[in-house]
């Protein structure tokens, strides 16, 4: 199987059970998107589906279907619950390139407005942003 080059992250998203399947159907449908892994509270692993595939469309409902039906099972318990989702940076994204310090527990959190720093760039400290970004193993 041929992987994407690029860099792999882990981004952690919180959501509503209520939200569930429909989120891991948005997510499903990115291509950069290769693992999701659904947590409770306590940060106990329920399910991990991978997605290798970069699934779209039609794919997503005929593969998916007992994968989605467990989702579904899994939020209708759950009051909230944490998606960790593994993606992988296509060559010369943001994502690929030095993007500031991490967070402290080592997270990329999702962030709608964020946007990648320019090198060098100070943060609010006045330290230098160099630190390399989030990367899982490969």
């Known amino acids: 199987m041929n992987e994407q080059p690029g860099r792999t992250f882990t981004e952690r998203i919180e959501t509503t059970g209520a939200e569930l399947t429909e989120r891991v159907k948005e997510l499903a449908k990115q291509a950069d998107t290769r693992r999701v892994v659904i947590k409770d509270q306590d940060g106990k692993e329920l399910l991990s589906l991978p997605l290798t595939w ?21 939020g209708g ?5 944490r998606l960790e989702v593994e993606r992988v940076s296509p060559p010369g994204s943001p994502w690929d390139t030095a993007q500031g310090r991490p967070a402290r527990d080592g997270w990329v959190e999702d962030d709608p407005d964020w946007t990648p720093p320019e090198a060098g760039h100070q943060d609010d400290a006045g330290d230098q942003d160099d630190a390399p970004p989030v990367a899982s193993p490969s």
Do not use: T
């Open 54 to 74: 970069g699934m779209a469309g039609g794919a997503l409902a005929v593969v998916a279907a007992p994968l989605l039906a467990a989702v579904a099972a899994v």
């Open 77 to 81: 318990a759950m009051a909230n619950v």
